[in-house]
């Protein structure tokens, strides 16, 4: 296993020990490029009535760009819900199933 794939599995494990069966991530839409065929999008959850940031723990679990500069991931394509791809993809990665929210 190379340092890559070893950063994947540490990432899924923490996720897996924070989301549970039924939990809802928030995506926050943070830019869109000039074709829209490009997006950077912000997973959150709410504890505790506090926000909590998952973009860099859910960017390495999925093997996805973290973009530092809108604290999101690079989500690229288009004609369908981009967030609710984020999210999809996330529970197949966890094997578990996930809700979706807007902000």
């Known amino acids: 296993m190379n340092a890559k794939q070893l950063e994947q599995?540490?990432?899924i494990k923490e996720l897996k020990?924070?989301?549970k069966e039924g939990d809802t991530i928030f995506t926050?839409?943070?830019q869109v490029s000039g074709s829209?065929?490009?997006r950077?999008?912000?997973?959150i959850i709410i504890?505790?009535?506090e926000p909590l940031y998952l973009p860099w723990a859910v960017s390495k679990a999925l093997n996805w760009p973290y973009k530092a500069k809108t604290h999101a991931l690079g989500v690229?394509?288009?004609g369908m819900d981009m967030g609710f791809h984020l999210v999809h993809c996330l529970g197949h990665a966890l094997k578990i199933k996930l809700n979706q929210r807007w902000l």
């Open 47 to 49: 504890r505790n009535n």
């Open 17 to 19: 020990a924070l989301l």
């Open 76 to 78: 690229s394509g288009c």
């Open 28 to 30: 926050v839409l943070k």
């Open 36 to 38: 829209g065929m490009y």
């Open 40 to 43: 950077h999008i912000q997973p």
């Open 9 to 11: 599995q540490q990432a």
